[in-house]
């Protein structure tokens, strides 16, 4: 219900704008959030927007990374300047149908998951 698209190979400092396309109009009312798994580790929250709106993200994204939504289109996108070596991994889309706060940074709060992009970053 989920389809993201947009990773790549790239150059440290390089841009990439990810996307992820919900099938369903309801997805509009969901806070969505981007994950990401570098290789070998655990995956971790980089951002997350509300249906209203509002954004959050993991310290060492700020100021480089800008997640949007598209109600219209039923997308939420992430804009990623400034990459970095160790932003490499693989990125996810998250819908949570279950949290009922404005967003959330915990996996367990993300009920529908995209199949990932691959964001390869070389420096």
């Known amino acids: 219900q989920l389809v993201e698209s947009g990773g790549g190979l790239v150059q440290a400092g390089g841009s990439l704008r990810l996307s992820c396309a919900a099938s369903l109009r309801t997805f509009i009312n969901y806070p969505m959030a981007w994950f990401r798994q570098p290789p070998g580790k655990e995956r971790e929250f980089v951002a997350a927007?509300?249906?209203?709106?509002?954004?959050y993200y993991t310290n060492s994204v700020k100021g480089r990374f800008t997640m949007s939504r598209d109600n219209a289109k039923i997308t939420v996108y992430l804009q990623i300047n400034s990459l970095q070596p160790e932003d490499t991994g693989i990125y996810y889309c998250a819908a949570s149908r279950i949290f009922h706060g404005t967003a959330s940074r915990e996996i367990v709060d993300y009920d529908t998951w995209g199949q990932g992009t691959q964001v390869t970053v070389s420096s």
């Open positions: 927007i509300s249906n209203g709106g509002s954004t």
